[in-house]
């Protein structure tokens, strides 16, 4: 699958159409439709920004639907998680394990 069937399979996924891709990735309309219509591969930055728009790293993109289609609830933990501290997470696991043994 190349890049621009992947990025259609995710927005298949998610029920997006182009419109909703751009403005999830603050990209513009325009380059969101020449992607598609002239089939040209994305720049680094505009991959990232569409990644960023679905929520995924680019690591993700790459590594297949098990990864780039985990539950939004999920990526919401995950999304909280590294926004906390080194300190903040290593509390937060030892609340998890004390949870999980009782």
Known sequence: ??????IRCLMEQRGWTPY?????????????GNLFRRNTMPSIATLSAICRGFRITV???FG????????????EL?????????EQQTVLKQLIKC???K
């Open 59 to 61: 690591a993700e993109f």
């Open 99 to 101: 949870m999980i043994q």
């Open 64 to 75: 297949g639907d098990e990864l780039a289609s985990i539950t939004p609830e999920t990526r």
């Open 78 to 86: 995950l999304d909280s998680w590294n926004q906390l501290s080194a």
């Open 1 to 6: 699958m190349d890049v621009n069937e992947r």
């Open 20 to 32: 909703r891709l751009a403005k999830e990735s603050g990209l513009s309309d325009a380059t969101i």
